[in-house]
């Protein structure tokens, strides 16, 4: 912007009553290019926000394809029911816990789920009882 006062821009000058009127005049086709600046700016963020939301749909679409195609899904379900097994948690007195297998794994998918409950090793229980004396 080529302005006739911009020595004064950023100063404590104070314009005349004619100057004001000037720079009233001079700021019209500023204001208009800010305008149709913001205008355009407006356009072109719905036309990125629609490629935005596009992306994410298709990005969506692939994953679920790509799900499809894991070669998770490959294994048998009595390799799938022995990993749920070695994903117990180890050592006496473990704790039944929504944060470990076995029921985290029913909490993934309905296959898994179906899975975990029928392998029965997940559910063994034992019981440890020592005798009173003994070690």
Not at 4 to 24: D, G, R, V
Not at 119 to 134: D, V
Request: hydrophobic content about 35%; proline content about 7%; glycine content about 2%.
């Amino acid at each position: 912007m080529n302005s006739p006062y911009a020595s004064n821009l950023h100063t404590n000058y104070t314009p005349t009553e004619s100057e004001i009127l000037q720079i009233k005049e001079f700021l019209t086709e500023p204001l208009k290019r800010l305008s149709s600046l913001d205008a355009e700016i407006e356009r072109v963020q719905s036309i990125l926000d629609d490629l935005h939301h596009e992306r994410r749909a298709l990005s969506d679409e692939i994953e679920a394809h790509r799900a499809l195609i894991s070669p998770i899904r490959q294994l048998p379900l009595d390799v799938l029911g022995e990993i749920f097994v070695r994903c117990l948690p180890e050592g006496c007195n473990a704790v039944m816990s929504s944060q470990e297998a076995p029921l985290l794994l029913g909490r993934i998918c309905r296959a898994w789920r179906s899975i975990a409950l029928s392998t029965p090793r997940l559910w063994e229980i034992s019981i440890h009882y020592n005798k009173p004396g003994q070690n």
